[in-house]
């Protein structure tokens, strides 16, 4: 199986990482400073425009850095053109849109037969049954084309694909948001399943904390750019203390029936401002706790217990 | 005369294409109240929308309708005449649809665009009393500043900003009922929340009858009073939210609320439902659900029978053979 990687190990650092696109006037991650370990799973979260998805491009080597460290695996990231196929191969991406990231020419045979033959793996028609098996697909689908198949089977799909080269970490963008409710459930769990197997490392980035919650053992969250707050899952949940946290899981939208979390909610004023602040804290405009600190001075990511990780002046809870 | 402000009765709706016929609404009762939040939950094709469509005159051409009741006011919906639709649709019903970028024409200002929806419905009201009502009504869905904000272009306004003068576009009229199908479904979820306490205290302040459509459970309980849940064109389990939430009858309900993602579940703990909902529905012997029930699978008359929407205590009723009622 995997050439194993001491547990607890760092595979991902990422150190005050600036990232800008040339169409935009202002930079998309503004400082990310997070870690992955070897077999733990992190989830990202945060809402739309927040710098997740360039997170991850970010990672991957697809996108060059204005500024600050990344390493992958004790390297560089792989890169477009200079990285090794070896160092390509050991990370490896699901993207979010089942239907635009299978080529719908291709039989689901030949989808998952090319990265095994690319990379130098077997890729007889067993080891593509294994794949599927993995998957929990029918070998039936082996020569449907994407189209034949639902959004949840395609997932499966994208999954079997990128995990048939045995990446030692799985980038996942948003894997359930474009599926059905019943069938979210089921890739939820198969890639809780799969990880607990296979033993990768692993990038969850979703908008929805209580999907996220189903699979990190923990969460960064994201705003405008920056990570607000990290640390492990239960806490962040149960007592967030970044106001934006708070926000977050106050917003969620719950079965429960007594009023949840009332205090908190609403409490996220407005909407992200629409021009960047060059100083100060990012959130302030929408922050019920902000006082005049936050508009000048902006905060640093600081530990606030021994597991979790802050940027706020005014840290809520405990 | 019915009491109720909308009642259906066995609804029913169908497109021809070529020689199949596909069933997206099969048969299909509900009632609304005056000033009550009904919610219409359901994953993708289930038939939703098209239940929303029927109900405002907008579905294809290729539609066929059936119904035995589809009464509206005192209006008969299932036979409104050509040109009479525009005295109910945006005066009368009020919707408010998904996606608030493609809603609004991105070549005119929100202004004019609120100004046309008003004027339709009231040739006598002069330019003066529109601006003054578009600014009023922007203002009470919450736009700051709206007096200067009339000659925006949608594309200079956020979502949530836009689906707010969509929302202010659909009560303009002030509608005995508005529709909202998915409506913060485009949103980012703190944005969510604050769309979802919007149509709460305009609902709650105007009495307005509200059929709220969503693929979330956790959206719907925010929101409604009751409960309607559909799969493959049926509605399986009607009843009070509360309680349809924490007691379900119907196999489908109680697994869509083990398979929701909550803040507080352990990790690992969802259910899945297994298979997929089915993507045409033909001809249908038995239930439509029972390929992925765990309660009647093997059941005789979940083969057989397609079971019907039944009564049982408390307001509430399901389409289910396993429940004992």
């Given at each position: 199986m995997n050439p194993i990687i001491a547990a607890g190990s760092t595979v991902v650092t990422l150190q005050d990482v600036r990232v800008s696109y040339r169409s935009r006037a202002e930079p998309i991650l503004r400082g990310v400073t997070l870690t992955l370990s070897a077999g733990e799973t992190l989830g990202v979260v945060g809402e739309s425009g927040c710098g997740k998805t360039t997170l991850l491009r970010t990672i991957l080597g697809l996108i060059p850095t204005d500024s600050g460290v990344v390493e992958v695996?004790?390297?560089?990231?792989?890169?477009?053109k200079d990285g090794s196929p070896a160092s390509r191969a050991a990370i490896q991406l699901v993207h979010q849109d089942p239907f635009a990231s299978l080529n719908p020419r291709m039989t689901i045979r030949q989808i998952l037969q090319a990265p095994l033959r690319i990379n130098g793996y077997e890729h007889s028609a067993s080891r593509v049954r294994e794949l599927l098996d993995m998957v929990g697909l029918s070998h039936s689908v082996l020569e449907n084309l994407p189209a034949q198949l639902s959004g949840g089977q395609r997932q499966r799909i994208a999954i079997a694909r990128a995990l048939s080269i045995k990446p030692k970490v799985l980038l996942l963008d948003e894997p359930v948001s474009a599926l059905d409710v019943s069938v979210q459930a089921q890739v939820i769990n198969l890639i809780n399943d799969l990880q607990g197997s296979q033993g990768f490392s692993c990038i969850f980035v979703s908008h929805d904390l209580a999907v996220v919650a189903q699979v990190a053992n923990r969460i960064a969250v994201m705003y405008l750019g920056q990570v607000v707050e990290i640390g492990d899952t239960d806490s962040v949940l149960t007592e967030p203390a970044h106001?934006?946290?708070?926000?977050?899981?106050a917003s969620v939208p719950s079965l429960r029936q007594e009023p949840r979390g009332e205090s908190w909610r609403g409490l996220a004023v407005g909407e992200p401002p629409s021009e960047m602040m060059t100083s100060g804290c990012t959130f302030r405009s929408r922050c019920w706790v902000a006082t005049s600190r936050c508009d000048v001075e902006t905060p640093r990511l600081v530990e606030r217990t021994s597991s979790r990780q802050v940027a706020c002046h005014h840290p809520q809870g405990r | 005369m019915s009491s109720h402000l909308l009642e259906?009765?066995?609804?029913?709706?169908?497109?021809?294409?070529?020689?199949?016929?596909?069933?997206?609404?099969?048969?299909?009762?509900l009632t609304i109240d005056k000033g009550e939040t009904l919610g219409i939950v359901g994953e993708s094709g289930c038939g939703k929308t098209v239940l929303a469509t029927s109900l405002l005159g907008l579905l294809p051409s290729s539609a066929r309708?059936?119904?035995?009741?589809?009464?509206?006011?005192?209006?008969d919906l299932s036979n409104v005449p050509s040109g009479g639709w525009r005295s109910i649709r945006g005066r009368r019903i009020g919707m408010v649809f998904q996606d608030p970028?493609?809603?609004?024409n991105p070549l005119r200002t929100i202004g004019s665009q609120l100004a046309e929806s008003i004027a339709i419905h009231d040739r006598s009201a002069t330019s003066r009393e529109i601006r003054k009502r578009i600014i009023d009504l922007l203002e009470s869905v919450g736009i700051a500043g709206a007096s200067g904000r009339l000659s925006d272009y949608p594309h200079?306004?956020?979502?949530g900003m836009r689906q707010r003068a969509l929302i202010a576009m659909a009560i303009s009229n002030s509608p005995d009922l508005l529709i909202a199908d998915e409506p913060t479904t485009a949103l980012d979820v703190t944005i969510q929340a604050q769309v979802l306490e919007l149509l709460r205290s305009i609902q709650r302040e105007r009495e307005l009858a509200m059929i709220f459509i969503s693929h979330s459970l956790g959206v719907v309980n925010s929101i409604a009073d009751r409960i309607s849940v559909m799969y493959a064109g049926r509605i399986v389990e009607s009843g009070p939210c509360s309680e349809v939430l924490t007691t379900p009858s119907h196999p489908y309900t109680r697994a869509l609320i083990d398979c929701f993602p909550e803040i507080g579940r352990s990790r690992g703990s969802l259910v899945a439902i297994d298979g997929q909902p089915p993507r045409h529905i033909g001809k249908i012997d038995g239930c439509r659900f029972r390929d992925r029930c765990n309660v009647g699978r093997d059941r005789l008359d979940c083969v057989s029978h397609d079971p019907v929407l039944k009564r049982a205590a408390g307001d509430r009723?399901?389409?289910?053979?396993?429940?004992?009622?």
């Open positions: 695996l004790g390297g560089d990231p792989p890169g477009l106001p934006y946290s708070m926000a977050l899981a | 259906i009765r066995n609804l029913s709706v169908r497109f021809q294409s070529g020689s199949h016929q596909l069933t997206a609404v099969d048969g299909v009762d309708v059936a119904t035995h009741r589809l009464q509206f006011s005192g209006i970028t493609t809603a609004l200079q306004w956020s979502g009723s399901v389409a289910c053979h396993a429940v004992v009622i």
